[in-house]
C-alpha cells in the first residue's frame, strides 16, 4: 500500500512493477457453454495468444458442422434401406403359389414402400430444418493477453462493482420496426422488412433468430474513424412486439424508431464516441452520423442513360408500355427531347394547348428500366445508381436538381419529393454533401398540410452545377451567390460540435493561461457566439489553433481530433414514447454497429444470447498475471474490499450477475482465475476508511509504504532529475530539449517546491506541466532549445488555480486599501498564510484585533470566527500565559475580537498564531503595527517562534504585496531559497523580537518590551 501526497509517482511504481513481473506465465481466459447448465459456464485457461485461434477454429468447425452434411450419402443410405425391404418383398412374394395372395401381397408392399419413403422424406427434412436453427455457438474469449509486451497493470480507480469484480449482461431486447432504413453496401437504403422477411417466410418461422449461411451485407460505422465500413450480419432475429418504442427526431431532420434498449452511438463533450440506451438518451446530446460513403463502380453506365433517368424521375410517368413526359418549359422540352435521342430512342411528341406531352414507346426500355429498379407508377431511385462513380452521381443529381429542383441566391438547394428523399440523402454523401432534412407548410396543392424537403448548401457542389446546369433561373441565383463569395468556400450550413465554451475555460484554466495570453481570436468567437452549448467546425479549429501555442493539455489534442474528424453530429431535437404493435427487427453484425436511417446504432443481437456470451470480465479478472493499481482505495464499498481481498487468498473468483433484476443475475461461471498484486494507493486519510481485513492482510503479506514527497540534494539525485527533464521532453515529441541552465532552472524551482534547505520535491507531475508549458513557449518564440529565460516564464504563466486566486486577492485588497504595505495601526497585522495546503501558494492575511472590557466582570471572551477562528483561539490562549507574566494581570476580565479580513476558503492559518499574538499585544498595549512587515510563525506557550512550512511561498507573497520586512521563525532560516531582492528578511526565535521588529515602539512603551523580554526568559 502506497500512501503519500498526489504526484509522487505512486501509479509509476505500479507500472514499473508489472514491467518487472514474468509475461511467460500469462493465459488466455474463455467463457465456454455448460451443457448440463447453461446458467454455470465452464472457465478454460491456455497459454497467451491461443485464445484468438481456439475461437476462430470453433467458429470454422460450427459453421462446417452446419453446412457440410452429407447428402448424397443420407441418400444412398435410404435407398440402400428401400432397396434391401423391395428385395425381401419379391422373395416374399415368389414364395406364394396362389395367384390372388400373390397380388394381395404385391399391393401391401408397394403400400410399405411408399410408407416408408414418405416416412423418410419427412424424417430428412426435419433433420435438415434443424440443423439450420442450430446456433454457432462457441467459447467466448473472456481475457486476451495475445498481444501485451508485459504482464498487465490495470488501473481500477473509481471502477463499479460490475467493472472491478466482473458482471453477467442482461439478455438484450434491442430492435428496430421493419420500416426503418439500412444500407447496402453501395450506400441503397432499403426497409429491414424487406431483408429478413423473406427468410422467416423461407424457413416458415415467425419469430426468434436465424443464423444465415450466407451473410448480410449491410454498412456499419468504421472503428477508425466513423466513416461508412461494410459489415457482414450473421445472424438476423424478428419478434412481435407491443408496447411503447422511443422515437427520437434530430435538427437536420432524421427520424428514428427503437425499442428502449436499442442503444445509439452518442458524442460525449471530450471528443468520444459512446453507445447510450435510446430510454437514457436526453434532449441536446448529438448522434454520429458516418460520413463518406464508399464510391464503387462495380458497372459503370453510359452517361446518357443515367440522365434521362434522372428526367423520368424527375417529370416522367412509366405505364406498362411506354413512359411519358408532361411539360410547359421550353429548356425542359428541348432537354428530355435531346437525352432520348441520345439514347437511340424516338420521342413522340404532341401538344395539348400549353402543355407538351413527349412518349417513348417502347415496351423493351421499359422492361429494362423494371430490371434496374425503377417500378410503373412509382418512384424510386435505383440501386444501381449507387454503384456508379462520383462523376456519374453528380451528373444524375445536377440533372434532377435542374428538372424538379430549387436553387436560391444564397447558394442553397432544395429538393421536395416525399418518395425519393431517403435516396437523395444517402447518394449526396456520396459526392461529399451533407443535407439536412425541414418541414414547411405545403403552399401548393396540398396547402396547409406538413411538406419534408431536403435543403442543402456546398461551394464546390455550387460551382459545379452552375457549369452544368440548363436551368436559366437556377444559373442566374448561382451567378448571383459564386460572385458574392468570390470563390472562398462558404456554406450557409454549419456542423455542429457539441463542444462548449465551459469545457475550453477548464482547459485554459488547467494550463494557467489569463485571459490576456490567450490568442484574442478566442474571445472574439466567445463574445459573438449566441449560446456557448455548440461551436462549428471552422470556430472550433480556429480555438484549437489558439490554445495550443500555449498548452499541450491532453483534452486539446481529443478536441483538435474532433474538430478535423470525419464524423459529423446532429443534435436531438425531440425523444417520446410512441405506441408500436408489429414486428421489431435486428441484425448481429461483425462491427457490432450498423447504419438506420443513416444514424449509427449499437447491436448485440436479440433475445435468445447464450449465458456464456453475456459474461464480462472485471478488473481483478483481467490483472491476472500482473498488478491491479487502485488509487484512494478506500472510497470502494466495505463488501467491494471484501472481494478483494477473497480474490487475493483464492486466487479466483467466478464472475455471476450483479444487477438483481437482469437474467445475468442468474449465471455464475466456474471460478476465473485472479492472481495479481496488488498497489493501493491514498492519502493518511485513506487509512481510516479501509477495511480491517484487508489492511491486516496487505501488513501480512506486503509492504505499507509512506512515499517521500521530497529527496536529499545530492549531485546523484540532481543528475537523475536532468534525466526525468529529458524523459519528460521525449514523451511529449512536440517540445525543443533543454538547455543545460534551463534543465538547472528546473531542478532549483524543485528545491524551492521542496520547502526545506539540501531537498528536492518529488512532485513530478507538477514539474511535468513547468517542463511542458516551457517547451511550448519556447516553440511559440521559435527558439531551438528551452532556455532559462522560457523556464522563468512558465513558472508565471503555468500558475496554479491557488497562485491565480492569491495573485487576484492582492490585488484586489490593495486597490479597496485591505491590504496597507505603508504607515502604522493599532491592532492591525499582516500575517502570512498559504492557500492549497503546505505547497500552495503564498497569500497575505490581514489580522485585526480589538480589545474591550468584558460585558461580565471576570468572564471574557475570544471572539473569532470560521476554520482560523480555532487558531486565533489557540494563539490567544498562549498569549494570556505570557500576559500574566509580564503584566501579573489576567486577560479574562477583556473581550477579544479578532478578525481575519476577507480570507478566501483553503486557506491554511496554522502559521498565523505570531501574527494574532502580535496584533492582541498592539490592541492591549496601545502601540501600532509598522504595515510594511508581514510575519509568519507559530507560537509556543512558553512565548517561542516554532517553525512552519511554506515559507518561500509565503516570502514570495509578501515580495508581491509590496512588504519590505519579512519575519520567520529562526528554525526556518535555512529553507530560505528565494531571491530576498528588494526585502528584509529577519530571523527570530521568540516573541519578544517578533514585537520588537513589528511595533513602532513610543519612547514611554520601551518599559513593556523589556517587561516582556524578561517575561519569556524566565
Given at each position: 500500500m502506497l500512501i503519500g501526497e498526489p504526484g509522487t509517482g505512486k501509479s509509476l511504481i505500479g507500472q514499473a512493477l508489472a514491467e518487472l513481473l514474468p509475461k511467460e506465465k500469462l493465459v488466455d481466459v474463455l467463457c465456454l457453454p455448460n451443457p448440463k447448465n447453461e446458467n454455470n459456464p465452464k472457465i478454460k485457461t491456455v497459454p497467451a495468444g491461443m485464445g484468438k485461434k481456439i475461437v476462430e477454429q470453433s467458429k470454422l468447425k460450427a459453421l462446417a458442422s452446419v453446412s457440410s452434411t452429407n447428402n448424397w450419402l443420407f441418400i444412398l443410405i435410404i435407398f440402400l434401406v428401400i432397396f434391401t425391404a423391395s428385395t425381401v418383398l419379391d422373395w416374399?412374394?415368389?414364395?406364394?403359389?396362389?395367384?390372388?395372395?400373390?397380388?394381395?401381397?404385391?399391393?401391401?408392399?408397394?403400400?410399405?414402400?411408399?410408407?416408408?419413403?414418405?416416412?423418410?422424406?419427412?424424417?430428412?427434412?426435419?433433420?435438415?430444418?434443424?440443423?439450420?436453427?442450430?446456433?454457432?455457438?462457441?467459447?467466448?474469449?473472456?481475457?486476451?493477453?495475445?498481444?501485451?509486451?508485459?504482464?498487465?497493470?490495470?488501473?481500477?480507480?473509481?471502477?463499479?462493482?460490475?467493472?472491478?469484480?466482473?458482471?453477467?449482461?442482461?439478455?438484450?431486447?434491442?430492435?428496430?420496426?421493419?420500416?426503418?432504413?439500412?444500407?447496402?453496401?453501395?450506400?441503397?437504403?432499403?426497409?429491414?422488412?424487406?431483408?429478413?422477411?423473406?427468410?422467416?417466410?423461407?424457413?416458415?418461422?415467425?419469430?426468434?433468430?436465424?443464423?444465415?449461411?450466407?451473410?448480410?451485407?449491410?454498412?456499419?460505422?468504421?472503428?477508425?474513424?466513423?466513416?461508412?465500413?461494410?459489415?457482414?450480419?450473421?445472424?438476423?432475429?424478428?419478434?412481435f412486439f407491443d408496447g411503447n418504442l422511443i422515437e427520437i427526431k434530430t435538427r437536420r431532420g432524421i427520424t428514428i424508431r427503437v425499442t428502449p434498449n436499442h442503444p445509439l452511438a452518442i458524442l460525449n463533450e471530450f471528443g468520444n464516441i459512446v453507445y447510450v440506451r435510446a430510454d437514457k438518451i436526453s434532449k441536446g446530446m448529438f448522434t454520429i452520423l458516418p460520413k463518406k460513403y464508399p464510391i464503387t463502380a462495380n458497372k459503370v453506365e453510359n452517361k446518357d442513360f443515367i440522365r434521362l433517368i434522372a428526367d423520368i424521375l424527375a417529370d416522367g410517368h412509366i405505364s406498362k408500355r411506354s413512359v411519358s413526359f408532361k411539360l410547359r418549359k421550353k429548356y425542359k422540352i428541348d432537354l428530355i427531347i435531346e437525352d432520348i435521342k441520345k439514347n437511340n430512342l424516338k420521342p413522340k411528341i404532341n401538344r395539348y394547348g400549353k402543355d407538351v406531352v413527349i412518349s417513348i414507346n417502347s415496351s423493351a426500355f421499359v422492361k429494362k428500366l423494371i430490371s434496374i429498379g425503377l417500378y410503373k407508377g412509382g418512384k424510386r431511385i435505383p440501386p444501381m445508381l449507387f454503384d456508379q462513380p462520383k462523376e456519374l452521381i453528380l451528373e444524375f443529381l445536377i440533372r434532377y436538381i435542374s428538372l424538379d429542383g430549387y436553387v436560391?441566391?444564397?447558394?442553397?438547394?432544395?429538393?421536395?419529393?416525399?418518395?425519393?428523399?431517403?435516396?437523395?440523402?444517402?447518394?449526396?454523401?456520396?459526392?461529399?454533401?451533407?443535407?439536412?432534412?425541414?418541414?414547411?407548410?405545403?403552399?401548393?396543392?396540398?396547402?396547409?398540410?406538413?411538406?419534408?424537403?431536403?435543403?442543402?448548401?456546398?461551394?464546390?457542389?455550387?460551382?459545379?452545377?452552375?457549369?452544368?446546369?440548363?436551368?436559366?433561373?437556377?444559373?442566374?441565383?448561382?451567378?448571383?451567390?459564386?460572385?458574392?463569395?468570390?470563390?472562398?468556400?462558404?456554406?450557409?450550413?454549419?456542423?455542429?460540435?457539441?463542444?462548449?465554451?465551459?469545457l475550453l475555460e477548464k482547459i485554459r484554466n488547467r494550463a494557467g493561461l489569463s485571459k490576456s495570453k490567450v490568442h484574442k481570436e478566442y474571445f472574439a468567437l466567445r463574445n459573438g457566439l449566441s449560446s456557448s452549448k455548440s461551436l462549428t467546425r471552422y470556430m472550433l479549429s480556429k480555438v484549437v489553433d489558439s490554445f495550443k501555442a500555449y498548452t499541450n493539455c491532453p483534452d486539446l489534442f481529443k478536441i483538435e481530433r474532433i474538430s478535423h474528424g470525419t464524423y459529423s453530429y446532429d443534435e436531438i431535437l425531440s425523444i417520446k414514447r410512441v405506441k408500436y404493435k408489429g414486428y421489431v427487427y435486428n441484425f448481429t453484425t461483425d462491427t457490432g454497429n450498423y447504419v438506420v436511417n443513416n444514424v449509427l446504432t449499437h447491436n448485440t443481437g436479440g433475445l435468445g444470447t447464450p449465458a456464456h456470451e453475456r459474461v464480462v470480465a472485471g478488473a481483478i479478472h483481467k490483472a491476472n498475471g500482473g498488478v491491479l493499481f487502485i488509487d484512494e482505495i478506500a472510497t470502494l464499498k466495505p463488501e467491494m474490499q471484501v472481494a478483494i481481498l477473497t480474490a487475493m487468498q483464492e486466487k479466483k473468483m467466478p464472475i455471476t450477475g450483479r444487477s438483481e433484476r437482469s437474467a445475468g443475475a442468474m449465471v455464475k461461471t466456474e471460478p476465473v482465475p485472479t492472481d495479481f498484486v496488488l498497489v493501493a494507493a491514498g492519502n493518511l486519510e485513506t487509512i481510516k476508511h479501509m477495511h480491517p481485513a484487508l489492511r491486516s492482510r496487505i501488513r501480512g503479506s506486503g509492504y505499507e509504504v509512506y512515499m517521500n514527497d521530497k529527496i536529499k540534494d545530492t549531485p546523484e539525485n540532481v543528475k537523475k532529475f536532468a534525466r526525468f527533464v529529458a524523459q519528460e521532453v521525449k514523451k511529449d515529441g512536440k517540445i525543443p530539449h533543454f538547455t543545460k541552465k534551463?534543465?538547472?532552472?528546473?531542478?532549483?524551482?524543485?528545491?524551492?517546491?521542496?520547502?526545506?534547505?539540501?531537498?528536492?520535491?518529488?512532485?513530478?507531475?507538477?514539474?511535468?506541466?513547468?517542463?511542458?508549458?516551457?517547451?511550448?513557449?519556447?516553440?511559440?518564440?521559435?527558439s531551438k532549445y528551452v532556455t532559462e529565460k522560457h523556464v522563468i516564464k512558465a513558472k508565471k504563466k503555468a500558475g496554479t488555480l491557488e497562485q491565480q486566486i492569491a495573485e487576484r486577492y492582492t490585488a484586489e485588497k490593495k486597490e479597496y486599501q485591505i491590504i496597507k504595505v505603508k504607515g502604522a495601526e493599532i491592532g492591525r497585522v499582516n500575517g502570512l498564510a498559504v492557500i492549497g495546503g503546505e505547497y500552495g501558494s503564498g497569500i497575505l492575511l490581514p489580522i485585526?484585533?480589538?480589545?474591550?472590557?468584558?460585558?461580565?466582570?471576570?468572564?471574557?471572551?475570544?471572539?473569532?470566527?470560521?476554520?482560523?477562528?480555532?487558531?486565533?483561539?489557540?494563539?490567544?490562549?498562549?498569549?494570556?500565559?505570557?500576559?500574566?507574566?509580564?503584566?501579573?494581570?489576567?486577560?479574562?476580565?477583556f473581550d477579544i475580537h479578532i478578525q481575519f479580513l476577507q480570507t478566501y476558503e483553503g486557506i491554511e492559518g496554522d502559521s498565523a498564531s505570531i501574527s494574532v499574538a502580535t496584533a492582541v499585544i498592539s490592541a492591549l498595549e496601545k502601540i501600532p503595527v509598522k504595515q510594511d512587515v508581514a510575519m509568519t510563525g507559530s507560537l509556543s506557550i512558553r512565548g517561542e517562534v516554532l517553525p512552519i512550512g511554506g515559507v518561500n511561498s509565503k516570502i514570495e507573497a509578501a515580495k508581491e504585496a509590496g512588504i519590505k520586512t519579512v519575519i520567520i521563525p529562526k528554525s526556518n532560516e535555512k529553507d530560505v531559497l528565494v531571491d530576498l531582492k528588494g526585502i528584509k528578511l529577519i530571523a527570530v526565535e521568540n516573541i519578544a523580537e517578533v514585537l520588537e521588529h513589528a511595533l513602532k515602539w513610543p519612547k514611554g512603551k520601551k518599559k513593556v518590551l523589556n517587561k516582556i523580554k524578561k517575561a519569556i526568559s524566565r
Open positions: 416374399i412374394i415368389g414364395k406364394e403359389t396362389s395367384d390372388i395372395l400373390k397380388a394381395a401381397d404385391r399391393i401391401s408392399g408397394t403400400m410399405f414402400l411408399i410408407t416408408m419413403f414418405i416416412g423418410a422424406f419427412i424424417f430428412y427434412s426435419l433433420y435438415k430444418f434443424q440443423m439450420q436453427r442450430r446456433k454457432i455457438v462457441g467459447p467466448k474469449l473472456l481475457i486476451d493477453n495475445s498481444e501485451l509486451t508485459h504482464a498487465p497493470f490495470v488501473d481500477a480507480t473509481g471502477l463499479h462493482e460490475g467493472a472491478l469484480l466482473g458482471d453477467v449482461l442482461h439478455d438484450p431486447f434491442q430492435c428496430i420496426p421493419g420500416d426503418e432504413l439500412v444500407h447496402l453496401p453501395n450506400g441503397a437504403p432499403v426497409k429491414i422488412k424487406e431483408i429478413i422477411d423473406p427468410l422467416f417466410e423461407n424457413r416458415n418461422k415467425k419469430e426468434g433468430e436465424l443464423v444465415l449461411k450466407k451473410p448480410i451485407e449491410v454498412l456499419g460505422g468504421s472503428d477508425n474513424d466513423y466513416g461508412y465500413t461494410t459489415t457482414s450480419a450473421n445472424k438476423v432475429f424478428r419478434r436560391g441566391s444564397q447558394g442553397q438547394f432544395e429538393l421536395i419529393s416525399k418518395e425519393l428523399i431517403p435516396y437523395f440523402i444517402p447518394l449526396l454523401l456520396k459526392v461529399g454533401v451533407i443535407a439536412n432534412l425541414r418541414c414547411r407548410k405545403d403552399p401548393g396543392f396540398g396547402k396547409g398540410k406538413l411538406q419534408q424537403r431536403i435543403i442543402f448548401s456546398n461551394h464546390d457542389f455550387a460551382k459545379r452545377y452552375y457549369v452544368l446546369t440548363k436551368n436559366p433561373t437556377h444559373r442566374k441565383n448561382l451567378q448571383m451567390y459564386l460572385s458574392k463569395v468570390k470563390g472562398t468556400p462558404h456554406s450557409s450550413y454549419h456542423d455542429l460540435i457539441p463542444i462548449s465554451f465551459n534551463a534543465v538547472l532552472e528546473v531542478i532549483k524551482e524543485a528545491r524551492r517546491r521542496a520547502g526545506r534547505k539540501g531537498y528536492l520535491s518529488l512532485r513530478l507531475r507538477d514539474l511535468g506541466g513547468l517542463i511542458r508549458v516551457a517547451g511550448d513557449i519556447a516553440k511559440e518564440e521559435g485585526e484585533a480589538a480589545v474591550v472590557p468584558a460585558m461580565e466582570k471576570g468572564k471574557g471572551k475570544i471572539l473569532a470566527t470560521g476554520k482560523l477562528g480555532e487558531i486565533a483561539k489557540e494563539a490567544i490562549t498562549n498569549v494570556s500565559a505570557i500576559f500574566k507574566k509580564y503584566s501579573g494581570k489576567s486577560l479574562s476580565g
